[in-house]
């Protein structure tokens, strides 16, 4: 049975592989999996904790995370579509429809 240094390794090693894609991707859909990656490292850690202390709360709030998170998906995804509709892109570089 793995313990709890295992599962922090794990983590953070997903946590820097989605910093690493948010910070280096250019493809919106590309940046939205990399933060998806983060918020996953984020319930490891809550996972491990919870089973540590033998807490069950750790674990309700995780699966509330993962309820969250889908939300954030559908929203992120919607909102490039709308983008690609308008500009044809989704290269994060050239979406500046915020500036005047």
Same mark, same amino acid.
């Given at each position: ?11 953070? &090693?997903? %946590? =820097? ?10 493809? +919106? #859909? *590309?940046?939205?999996?990399? $933060? ?22 750790? &674990?309700? %709030? =995780? ?10 998906? +559908? #929203? *992120?995804?919607?909102?490039? $579509? ?19």
């Amino acid at each position: 049975m793995p313990g709890l240094h295992s599962y922090l390794v794990v983590a953070a &090693l997903v %946590f =820097a592989i989605g910093l690493f894609g948010v910070l280096t991707r250019r493809n +919106a #859909v *590309g940046i939205l999996l990399g $933060i998806e990656l983060m918020l996953n490292a984020v319930n490891i850690n809550l996972v491990a904790f919870a089973r540590l202390h033998g807490d069950p709360i750790g &674990l309700l %709030f =995780a699966l509330f995370t993962i309820a969250i998170t889908v939300a954030e998906v +559908a #929203v *992120g995804l919607a909102i490039v $579509i709308v983008i690609f509709r308008v500009r044809r892109t989704i290269d994060a570089d050239r979406l500046d429809l915020l500036r005047g």
